[in-house]
Each structure stands twice: as structure tokens, then as C-alpha cells.
């Protein structure tokens, strides 16, 4: 069992940034990628950064050069450094771990963020 604790989102204006954190406990051993989801009203939940035991990250194509995922093992956080944000990256955010054995997804509860224009 791994439980995901999401912080860090807020209101910012456009071209501003925040930094969303989560904390993960429980088998933290298990986890093989963290990764965050957003999900904006209306839209499908999408993949926006992922990163694997070993440090290997992934980005979706329309954050790429914008925010930056990273972890710190010693805290078990992942963090998703997120900066000129634009009015299309306002969404709730969700923090994930995939883990094995299982092949078990876990997701924390989210974190709002609200960009304006």
C-alpha cells in the first residue's frame, strides 16, 4: 500500500511559478515511477511528467522546457517545478506512484492549480 500526499498548488498569474510536492509512505520500496496527471474540467486526465526509481524522467510535449520533475529519496517527495505557466496549465493536479509486484497505480487526492491571465 503506498499513500500520496499532493501540496503545493495555488493561483498564479500567466508566466509565473509554483513548485506542487508529494509525499509518499507506505511501500515506498514498491514504487517504480512517479509520475503527475492533470486533469482540466472537461478533459481526459494526461501524463505531464514522470520519473522513474533509477532517475529517468519523461515529459508531455506541452511542458517540456517549462517544468521539471524530480525526487528526493531521502524524503520520498517527487516534486514538479512548474514555471511559465500559461492559462491551458490550470487544472487539478495528481500525483501517482506504479508499483510492483501488483502492477498496483496509486493516486493521491490532487492539488488545484489556478492560472490567470
Known amino acids: 500500500q503506498v499513500h500520496l500526499v499532493e501540496s503545493g498548488g495555488g493561483l498564479v498569474q500567466a508566466g509565473g511559478s509554483l513548485r506542487l510536492s508529494c509525499a509518499a509512505s507506505?511501500?515506498?520500496?514498491?514504487?517504480?515511477?512517479m509520475g503527475w496527471y492533470r486533469q482540466a474540467p472537461g478533459n481526459q486526465r494526461e501524463l505531464v511528467a514522470s520519473?522513474?526509481?533509477?532517475?529517468?524522467?519523461n515529459y508531455a510535449d506541452s511542458v517540456k522546457g517549462r517544468f521539471t520533475i524530480s525526487r528526493d529519496n531521502a524524503k520520498n517527495t517527487v516534486y514538479l517545478q512548474m514555471n511559465s505557466l500559461k492559462p491551458e496549465d490550470a487544472a487539478n493536479y495528481y500525483c501517482?506512484?506504479?508499483?510492483?509486484?501488483?502492477?498496483?497505480?496509486?493516486w493521491g487526492t490532487g492539488t488545484l492549480v489556478t492560472v490567470s491571465s
Open positions: 501517482n506512484a506504479f508499483v510492483v509486484p501488483g502492477h498496483m497505480y496509486y
Open positions: 507506505g511501500s515506498i520500496s514498491s514504487i517504480i515511477v
Open positions: 520519473i522513474t526509481s533509477v532517475g529517468n524522467t
